[in-house]
């Protein structure tokens, strides 16, 4: 059984999107991300202002809607889930921290640890038991009979905690939950997370402060929509990992923002080739066996789609060498004379865009080697007929029972193919089959 509890695959978010083009652009919150949480992780992530940091955790925990690509938690696509599934799934699933704690200050400490729980009509003497419990683990037992108003910052913030695991939550999420904090009491409830960390809670964070990072395992850092660096702590004491987190940090932001101003184009270059830290890889590798991920497919010397390039995550094929980023952003390498077989499929979806509604097709690719199989899903359209002959020339095996490529040499226009898909294939466009998805909102519906 996968261990993997969010998995998000190139995921887009556009606010106010620009349908007609008045513009001339989207503004990208998030561009193209992929993202892979596993049980017993505690990720932190990190950017400067406006880099999509909490944009990244709200649509990761179901509190947003991307506006493309897909989330899966707990194995469930949450686009098909309506609003009463999607608050049921929090309940099981999910306990929030923010920066704000957001305690009810008419109720008691109690009470407002007791009060997701109360809502489902917990058994009362199993959820006082409870709460006590917790209240104790959180050094706060003292306060179940107070108000929020007679506690401090960082008591309050432990109460919040606490309401946050009175359901047992498979995954905490906490965005800045040290933000209103001074620095004794944040480190206090940073302990509490890396405690909760060490005895089974999956924990996803979001923080400014690289000191506040190095309590969690690994350190995702956002630029402008997108994952720029990831890097693990592994073996390493906190007071390395924080340093690591801080070159990042500082190379990313204050370097990329004032390098025109304050040093030549050179100097930069040779500032980050001394200094710059590499993503440490993941030590299990076979990650990239575990699930589909969606690329734009690159040979490289050929000509390719830059527009797709940029909005979707490129494989780079040089040679027999194929490079790309997985969903944990680690840097992937094969050589493709390890493959020993390559099986082609197709996959609809539905583009509702009321009267231009239409189907669209893209090719599963499963490249079968010893290790195990890579499982891709290609968003080139006219250009996968290249594909398909590279693979030819290398002399790799081809298992096409759709006659993919039969179609693509016959209709070599999208649009044409699409037509052809759809009268051949009606088993992937029958209901419950095709992926749906609102063109206008370019967000998926039930």
């Known amino acids: 059984m996968s261990n993997i509890l969010i998995e998000a695959n190139n995921i ?36 400067p202002s406006g880099s999509g940091k909490s944009t990244l ?11 493309s690509g897909s989330i899966r938690i707990m194995n469930k696509d ?29 109720l008691s400490v109690f009470d407002n640890i007791a009060s997701p729980a109360m809502l489902a009509k917990e058994n009362p003497k199993t959820l006082q038991n409870r709460v006590v419990e917790i209240a104790r683990d959180l050094e706060i037992e003292d306060l179940l009979d107070k108000f929020p108003n007679e506690c401090s910052g960082g008591e309050c913030q432990r109460i919040a905690i ?9 995954i905490l999420v906490c965005d800045e939950p040290t933000g209103n904090l001074d620095s004794k009491n944040s480190h206090k409830v940073l302990k509490i997370l890396s405690h909760l960390n060490q005895t089974g809670t999956t924990i996803l964070l979001v923080t400014h402060d690289a000191m506040i990072a190095s309590y969690a395992k690994t350190m995702m850092y956002l630029y402008d929509g997108g994952i720029q660096t990831v890097i693990h702590k592994h073996q390493d004491t ?21 390098s025109q101003d304050v040093l030549p184009e ?29 690329f734009y497919i690159i040979i490289d010397g050929q000509p390719y789609d830059k527009d797709r390039e940029r909005h979707n995550t490129p494989l780079h094929i040089n040679g027999t060498i194929v490079r790309y980023r997985n969903q944990k952003n680690d840097d992937i390498q094969f050589d493709l004379s390890s493959v020993q077989e390559i099986s082609l499929n197709l996959k609809a979806r539905f583009v509702n865009f009321g009267l231009f509604s239409q189907y669209t097709f893209s090719v599963l690719v499963d490249l ?35 006659k993919i490529e039969e179609a693509y040499k016959k209709y070599p226009k999208e649009y044409e193919r699409t037509k052809y898909f759809q009268r051949t294939h009606k088993d992937l466009i029958k209901y419950g ?14």
């Open 266 to 294: 050179n100097d930069l270059q040779e500032t980050y080739e001394e200094d710059a830290i590499p993503a440490i890889a993941i030590q299990d590798t076979k990650k990239e066996f575990v699930s589909r991920q969606s």
């Open 78 to 106: 949450i686009s098909t889930l309506n609003k009463n599934e999607l608050c049921q799934f929090r309940y099981e699933y999910l306990g929030f921290v923010f920066q704000d704690h957001n305690l009810i200050s008419y």
């Open 162 to 170: 606490a309401r946050a695991l009175i359901n047992q939550p498979k």
């Open 368 to 402: 079968k080697t010893a290790e195990g199989t890579y499982l891709w899903k290609a968003k080139n359209q006219d250009d996968f007929i290249n594909i398909i002959q590279y693979f030819h020339q290398l002399q790799i095996p081809i298992d096409d029972p759709r």
């Open 57 to 67: 955790l709200n649509c990761l925990s179901t509190l947003d809607k991307i506006s």
């Open 238 to 258: 906190q007071i390395e990992f924080f340093k690591n987190i801080n070159s990042i940090t500082t190379q990313d932001s204050l370097l990329k923002e004032f």
């Open 12 to 47: 887009t978010k556009v606010y106010d999107p620009d349908i007609f083009l008045k513009r001339g652009k989207n503004i990208y919150a998030l561009d193209n991300v992929n993202f892979v949480l596993d049980e017993g992780d505690f990720i932190c992530i990190m950017g």
């Open 433 to 446: 089959e095709a992926e749906s998805i609102n063109g206008v909102s370019a967000t998926k519906f039930k």
